[in-house]
């Protein structure tokens, strides 16, 4: 590429450190329940594990619901 810039972010997205969003249906809503979170730990209102502890108990139902609607249909 003309752009001698664009090697940085092909070196970025080929790292191993390089990650992506999971791919489920039900990640906006877990983004925005960790996100919460963090604000919630941020400003001491809670502690690290149980900010975890609330966001796994508010998501987990989520996750068995997706979990098994994608078996179901013969996706996992």
Do not use: T
């Not at 003309?2 to 992506?20: E, G, M, Q, R, T």
């Not at 906006?28 to 996100?35: H, Q, T």
């Amino acid at each position: 590429h003309p752009n001698p810039d664009v090697k940085l972010f092909a070196d970025l997205a080929n790292s191993k450190n390089a990650f992506s969003p999971p791919k489920m249906a039900i990640w906006p809503e877990y983004k925005d329940a960790l996100s919460a979170m963090f604000d919630e730990v941020i400003l001491g209102r809670k502690s690290a594990q149980q900010a975890l502890d609330e966001v796994q108990a508010r998501m987990q139902p989520l996750l068995n619901q997706y979990i098994k609607r994608k078996r179901q249909r013969g996706e996992l």
